[in-house]
């Protein structure tokens, strides 16, 4: 890997580290505050209607933003600059001619059908326009490797969002009340996005030829759009719906408020696999299929390093975690949360799959196996939720997410002709839980928080210094090497089979 590469590999993991880290506060503090200020009956009806305003979104995405995320770093790398201003400009009236449209048809039901009161509507209509631009403007700059001003921007959103959910909660505490405050931190966000495009991008050219690019967008944008959809069966709680229809609206509370912590998790190893997409499709397009490989190889081995301690130790404090956040009427989302973060430690090692596919244009083979998995995902909701209530909606959402992981990891190593690092990734798994057994011993003996929260900073020196004994540290070591000294990465054979 050259030396330039791994720097700003390094730097952008970074950036986006502390963007999610922002991201991640901002969402904790809005979903404690809605709770508390909600409770469990509106809170579910709150989630409901946040559920119905993603699938809106959804409609009107049209896999524009995977585009923009994928060809604006691929026109940048070539230095096809006027060209890539051209394709944003026209992608970007697509994307609001498609939310236009979208909320006018929401609107035109919403009034037709009566359905909630006017303020209601007009925060429900807000949310959704905000939120659908947002996603364009948010990926241009991921594309173009921006992150400096995408922390910008979610810092700024985020210090706008939260005393607009306080005054909400003081106000109106009312699920149109609570849209409207996230919808007031999406648009400063997006505002801050649509100025740092400006200044980044150049002027379109009026004689820009794109003929070709353009042939490329539609097909890839058709099949990213229908990812996207099944997506939201598999990884955007649509067990809400059989929640609405066979359960009640406090287990709705229950599961969204454990899916949207656990899905926050997630996203923690996204400061890594959201630049690797901009990285992998610049290097496939300079290097080929071989870089792309090697990349991989390490974000497989680099990404449980960070996700899996924290979601063992989240799984031990679930009910303490839970109980601190949003009061003891919200108990049932602990065993709900423990579910879903096992599912999201297990895919913790394929954070770098969706980049790779994404460079490699495997958008066909995500599109027929997802259609597999979303069916597997509807079936077991519909056998469990009646049951089992938000634990059931865990358990289908974390089962179908981790059958896709398998079939993801199986097809990326048979192209890409590597091996699974099983001892390296089992060493992650086994330090994480060892290292978790001072604070299991603290929350069985019902010690004090600050006695667990000791035990859980012993807990994470004992998990690095088993990970450095065994050596997993080696391949993090090598790429800040290679940031601060700037020095290239060594490429070799592990015992695996695979390149590091």
């Not at 394709?87 to 939310?99: E, G, K, S, T, Y």
């Not at 659908?132 to 400096?148: F, H, K, T, V």
């Amino acid at each position: 890997m050259r030396p330039s590469l791994a720097r700003r590999l390094f730097r952008n993991s970074v950036l986006n580290a502390l963007r999610f880290f922002c991201a991640l506060l901002v969402a904790l503090g809005t979903s404690a505050v809605l709770a508390r200020a909600l409770g469990p009956a509106l809170t579910g009806r709150y989630t409901l209607a946040l559920w119905w305003a993603t699938m809106l979104v959804a409609i009107c995405h049209l896999g524009i933003p995977d585009a923009l995320l994928r060809y604006l770093a691929e026109l940048q790398g070539a230095a096809a600059f006027a060209e890539a201003a051209a394709l944003h400009q026209r992608l970007l009236r697509v994307q609001l001619l498609a939310v236009a449209a979208v909320v006018s048809l929401a609107a035109l039901t919403m009034w037709w059908m009566d359905i909630g009161s006017a303020d209601f509507r007009w925060a429900f209509l807000l949310f959704i326009f905000t939120t659908g631009l947002m996603q364009s403007l948010s990926a241009s700059l991921n594309g173009l490797q921006r992150y400096g001003w995408l922390l910008f921007a979610v810092a700024i959103s985020g210090a706008v969002q939260l005393p607009s959910v306080l005054l909400a909660a003081r106000f109106r505490p009312t699920p149109g009340g609570m849209l409207l405050a996230l919808s007031v931190g999406t648009g400063v966000a997006a505002l801050l996005c649509l100025v740092a495009l400006r200044s980044t991008l150049p002027s379109a050219g009026a004689t820009v030829d794109m003929s070709t690019t353009l042939l490329r967008v539609r097909g890839y944008s058709a099949a990213m759009w229908y990812i996207m959809l099944l997506d939201l069966v598999v990884w955007n709680r649509s067990e809400v719906v059989f929640l609405q229809l066979r359960s009640t609206s406090e287990q709705i509370a229950f599961y969204g408020l454990a899916f949207a912590f656990a899905s926050r998790l997630d996203d923690l190893v996204s400061p890594v696999a959201g630049v690797l997409i901009p990285i992998f499709a610049e290097e496939h397009g300079r290097s080929g299929r071989d870089t792309v490989a090697k990349l991989y190889s390490a974000g497989l081995r680099l990404m449980p390093i960070f996700i899996v301690p924290l979601c063992v130790y989240l799984f031990v404090a679930a009910d303490r975690v839970v109980l601190l956040l949003y009061g003891r009427g919200f108990a049932p989302v602990a065993p709900a949360l423990r579910v879903l973060l096992a599912g999201v430690a297990v895919m913790s090692v394929s954070a770098a799959g969706h980049a790779a596919m994404a460079a490699l244009e495997q958008q066909g083979f995500s599109a027929r196996w997802g259609t597999a998995i979303a069916i597997l995902n509807l079936a077991l909701a519909f056998l469990l939720v009646p049951r089992l209530g938000a634990v059931g909606a865990a358990i289908s959402n974390s089962v179908a997410q981790v059958s896709a992981v398998v079939v993801t990891l199986i097809f990326l190593h048979r192209m890409l002709k590597i091996g699974f690092p099983w001892s390296q990734v089992c060493s992650v798994w086994l330090a994480a839980i060892f290292s978790a057994i001072p604070l299991w011993t603290a929350i069985y003996f019902d010690w004090r928080w600050q006695f667990c929260a000791l035990s859980a900073t012993f807990g994470i020196l004992l998990y690095w210094s088993a990970l450095s004994m065994v050596g997993a540290m080696r391949e993090l070591n090598l790429l800040v090497a290679a940031m601060i000294r700037r020095e290239p990465i060594r490429t070799e054979i592990t015992e695996d089979g695979a390149e590091c």
